[in-house]
């Protein structure tokens, strides 16, 4: 592939190897117990792949976006749960440090989440909707030396085994609804005294990415627990959002490539009349070449945007459209896989009915495909995309 180079490929192969003898292995158990993978995940944190944009001297890889995008494909391939994991605690969460803390908050919370010593969650979502912050209601109010909040978020990935929670609050009269200042992000450190954490949700897919509900009465923290300035951290959001929905391609390309393998495996082993049934029908063929070309344009489309991104650009539109995209790609041969599994197809022990369920989630998860479609529309009206 042309975006692979000799180093990117050093890292791939260490992945390859994480992902065989240890990711693998566990992916069923993980989808049906919906236990959070901590040990693989930690295990992520020792061999780097979660700090890999990080600066070495915040304990990070100092690598580029692309290298981060062939992580989360591969291990997507085997475990797509781990990769939501790992985009709230490096892309969300520690997106926010990264743009927004000082030297010594980037060393003490940063550095040790780069090398998974400590876990972290980014709390932003409220129950009026994915990006609607002008009616956010969770508060925080400067009393003396500390910052008190109040109120609660929902769908929260990595809740119950975050260590630090990073959490966007209202510290104005109200949200300007053109600039959205008036929001601020603050460091909450797991156990203090007034932060609730909910029980994760069941859900249709993602089983272990540990989603749920954080509440705040009374938290109290220290004013130098801010992150950034006051009432201006939307920037700095827009931007993690952005590298978020970037990841979804990668993600769902992963997604679709472990379909498309389990489905390519079977229609060889299946047999049927006396022939395989890729040898015996017509249609399996036919239904393997289509799911093989949308993979393989998602692809093009996946790192072409990564090589811009690697270039400086921001990617507004396009990292959308990776998400929305990606989502439509991973769905599509993650229920033709089924099809073509047939009856077997729908035993959750067999494994390929969960590629769906997880594709399905990600058309939903962090930002619906049709709230992001509008955005573009919006970028394009102003010439920005």
């Known amino acids: 592939m042309w975006y692979l180079t000799e180093e990117r490929e050093a890292v791939l192969a260490t992945v390859?190897?994480?992902?065989?003898?240890?990711?693998?292995?566990?992916?069923?158990?993980?989808?049906?117990?919906?236990?959070?993978?901590?040990?693989?995940?930690?295990?992520?944190?020792?061999?780097?792949?979660?700090?890999?944009?990080?600066?070495?001297?915040?304990?990070?890889?100092?690598?580029?976006?692309?290298?981060?995008?062939?992580?989360?494909?591969?291990?997507?391939?085997?475990m797509p749960v781990l990769t939501v994991a790992m985009g709230a605690h490096s892309l969300l969460a520690g997106g926010l440090l990264?743009?927004?803390?000082?030297?010594?908050?980037?060393?003490?919370?940063?550095?040790?989440?780069?090398?998974?010593?400590?876990?972290?969650?980014?709390?932003?979502?409220?129950?009026?909707?994915?990006?609607?912050?002008?009616?956010?209601?969770?508060?925080?109010v400067l009393d003396g030396d500390e910052w008190v909040l109040d109120g609660g978020k929902v769908l929260i990935s990595n809740i119950g085994v975050a260590d630090v929670y990073i959490v966007v609050a209202v510290t104005a009269d109200h949200v300007d609804p053109v600039t959205k200042a008036g929001l601020s992000a603050f460091i909450v450190p797991a156990g203090t005294p007034g932060l609730g954490v909910g029980k994760p949700e069941h859900k249709l897919g993602w089983h272990g990415s540990a989603t749920g509900s954080i509440s705040f009465s009374g938290a109290r923290i220290p004013k130098e627990n801010l992150l950034g300035p006051v009432g201006g951290c939307l920037q700095a959001m827009f931007v993690s959002a952005t590298a978020e929905f970037l990841s979804c391609g990668p993600v769902s390309l992963g997604i679709a490539e472990g379909a498309y393998r389990m489905a390519l495996a079977y229609s060889l082993e299946r047999q049927q009349q006396g022939q395989s049934m890729f040898d015996r029908f017509q249609v399996t063929r036919h239904k393997?070449?289509?799911?093989?070309?949308?993979?393989?344009?998602?692809?093009?489309?996946?790192?072409?945007?990564?090589?811009?991104r690697d270039r400086g650009e921001i990617c507004l539109a396009q990292g959308r459209l990776l998400k929305i995209k990606g989502a439509e790609v991973a769905e599509y041969v993650g229920r033709e896989a089924i099809q073509l599994f047939g009856g077997v197809g729908t035993v959750v022990g067999t494994g390929v009915e969960r590629y769906w369920r997880d594709a399905k989630v990600m058309a939903i998860g962090g930002a619906s495909v049709e709230a992001l479609t509008d955005v573009i529309a919006g970028l394009i009206r102003r010439g920005l995309a």
Not at 30 to 49: V, W
Not at 288 to 308: D, Q
Request: charged share 25%; aromatic share 8%; proline share 3%.
């Open 288 to 308: 393997l070449v289509h799911m093989y070309a949308e993979i393989e344009s998602l692809r093009g489309l996946v790192y072409s945007t990564y090589a811009e």
């Open 98 to 140: 990264q743009m927004l803390g000082t030297t010594e908050q980037k060393k003490q919370y940063l550095a040790p989440a780069a090398t998974g010593e400590i876990v972290l969650a980014c709390g932003s979502t409220e129950a009026v909707g994915g990006d609607n912050q002008v009616e956010f209601a969770t508060r925080a």
């Open 16 to 78: 390859r190897e994480f992902v065989r003898t240890e990711v693998a292995p566990q992916a069923l158990e993980i989808d049906r117990t919906s236990e959070f993978p901590l040990a693989l995940f930690k295990r992520a944190g020792e061999l780097g792949l979660l700090g890999v944009t990080v600066p070495e001297e915040f304990g990070g890889l100092g690598g580029d976006e692309t290298t981060h995008a062939l992580i989360l494909e591969e291990i997507a391939t085997a």
